[in-house]
């Protein structure tokens, strides 16, 4: 998968390729998707100011982001911002990561709080890589 751009100054600290699966919950909606060799990829990026989950669709011919930044980092207006994350290591469809993020746009179905739960194989050492005041 295509590295995402980041910012002048910024650091990769973590990249875990190839999330088995996400759930997000906000307000009223609710998503689910799985990762699908060649249908569909997803894999989470972590800087030293932000989050990236990045999904890709045929091989990289469609692609979107999601992005949620870190306490006390210069951000876009209207970004979302991670205010907690969750490790649980032995979950019923394995080990997974749950971040949780104030929406920075809420909207009819968008709620101001948003729920992500990304199931990965490496999920404590990507906690590791987040900052030590956003784990619960």
Known sequence: MNHPPLESGEALRFHAP???????????TFRATVSI???QDLDLFITDRRIIVRAE???GLFESDYVAWFPGATRPAGADLLSAA???????LGPHLTLVAQTGRP?????????LALYL?????AAAALPADLLR
């Open 107 to 115: 909207s009819l179905l968008r709620g101001p709080e948003l729920k």
């Open 121 to 125: 194989a490496n999920a404590a050492a």
């Open 18 to 28: 190839a999330i088995k699966g996400a759930v997000a919950r906000t307000g009223p």
């Open 57 to 59: 669709l045929f091989l």
């Open 86 to 92: 969750y490790l649980t290591p032995d979950g019923p």
């Open 37 to 39: 060799p060649v249908i």
